[in-house]
Nanobody, 126 residues
Framework: QVQLVESGGGLVQPGGSLRLSCAAS????????IGWFRRAPGKEREAVSC????????YYAVSVKGRFTISRDDAKNSVYLQMNSLKPEDTAVYYC???????????????????WGQGTQVTVSS
């Protein structure tokens, strides 16, 4: 049974940092592209960052480029999102997701992803 569990969210002041983790079980991540997505209150879910298998192809939304870093540790069957210089507009529920299809060439768009975690809340506020 495929399961993704996010952790690491919380309340942080503007300019602060958080590191989100996504632990996978029921399958091994090493053959899959993995994505982080977020849904802010009153907004549609959007792609934040995606990482290809082997981690050599990265995507970042323009709004987070230079502040967020995605990484993966296949030995731990986990993916991470390091978030620095956080802004109030980063407030959202953050989800990790994996497509059914392994391999490369998966677009960083939520329609391409099939398995989702329950999400972790990130609130950036003073």
């Amino acid at each position: 049974q495929v399961q993704l569990v996010e952790s690491g969210g919380g309340l942080v002041q503007p300019g602060g940092s958080l590191r989100l983790s996504c632990a996978a079980s029921g399958f091994t991540l090493d053959s899959y592209t993995i994505g982080w997505f977020r849904r802010a209150p009153g907004k549609e879910r959007e792609a934040v960052s995606c990482i290809s298998l082997r981690g050599d192809d990265l995507y970042y939304a323009v709004s987070v480029k230079g502040r967020f870093t995605i990484s993966r540790d296949d030995a731990k069957n986990s993916v991470y999102l390091q978030m620095n210089s956080l802004k109030p507009e980063d407030t959202a529920v953050y989800y990790c997701a994996v497509p059914k299809r392994g391999g490369r060439g998966i677009a960083c768009h939520d329609s391409a992803y099939d398995y989702w975690g329950q999400g972790t809340q990130v609130t950036v506020s003073s």
